[in-house]
């Protein structure tokens, strides 16, 4: 995974603001791995594609990340600080090439949910039909006994079963971090979806950088590119003298 120069995250940010979230994962990941193919980016595990995103982020922002989450039970917010490193999960080592579930006599071979079948769910109604969809593209074969099934004839019981091996298979793709509330001590498991995360961190870091490149380029008349190429920490210094 190469570095992104502070001003081509302002360009994949400039170029994927309008994509939809798993698309933006993809756009963001392309720049930092561009001997991958967007469509292999797209094929990923969703738990592959966040694990490669959260090296990102820590190669980008560092490892420290804070987030805020409301909770269930009385609307409060809970401020949580952890790590990069602590909603990591070790690879999996041990995928077969073509999971099955074995449930009540059924046998149903699947593979785990990508981006490219997120972006495919984007129209579907409701949350019942994309599940069904989601269903029938990552559902390879599904039998009960001798007989054939369609993904959409499998009971509840099995399509449960799928579901539980999958995330059992790809850990990472559901980090959740538990939490407390402030106000009334409820606890709960608060999910972070990492890829909708980190565009929200980079969205906030790109409009702060075009804040501090407005603010040197008025006080000393430098172009953009001179000051995106300044370290952080000079940009900062500079921005102390104008007083800003
Ligand atoms: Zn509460």
Same mark, same amino acid.
Do not use: K
């Given at each position: ?9 302002? !360009? ?9 979230? !798993? ?15 967007? !469509? &292999? ?8 594609? *966040? ?11 560092? !490892? ?87 993904? *959409? ?25 538990? &939490? ?19 565009? &929200?961190?980079? *969205? ?21 590119? *001179? ?18």
């Amino acid at each position: 995974m190469r570095m992104l120069s502070g001003t081509e995250l302002l !360009e994949v940010w400039e170029r994927a603001r309008t994509f939809p979230p !798993e698309a933006r994962a993809v756009a963001l990941l392309s720049v930092a791995l561009p001997e991958a193919s967007p !469509e &292999t980016l797209a094929d990923l595990p969703l738990g592959r594609r *966040d694990a490669l995103l959260l090296s990102l982020r820590a190669r980008l922002l560092g !490892e420290r990340m804070e987030a805020v989450a409301e909770c269930p039970a009385c609307g409060e917010r809970a401020e949580l600080r952890f790590s990069v490193a602590a909603i990591t999960t070790p690879p999996q080592d041990d995928v077969p090439e073509r999971p099955m579930a074995r449930v009540a006599g059924y046998e149903v071979a699947f593979r785990l949910p990508a981006s490219a079948d997120l972006s495919a769910l984007r129209h579907a109604p409701d949350v019942g039909s994309a599940r069904r969809m989601l269903l029938g593209r990552c559902v390879l074969e599904a039998r009960h006994g001798a007989n054939d099934i369609e993904p *959409d004839e499998l009971p509840e019981t099995v399509v449960a079963a799928v579901a539980a091996e999958m995330s059992r298979l790809d850990p990472q793709a559901d980090v959740r971090l538990a &939490t407390a509330c402030p106000a009334c001590a409820h606890t709960w498991e608060a999910r972070l979806d990492v890829a909708a995360f980190l565009w &929200t961190e980079i *969205d906030a870091w790109a409009r702060r950088t075009l804040r501090e490149v407005h603010l040197l380029a008025t006080a000393y008349g430098w172009s953009e590119r *001179d000051i995106l190429s300044l370290t952080p920490w000079r940009r900062q210094a500079y921005l102390t003298m104008t007083g800003r």
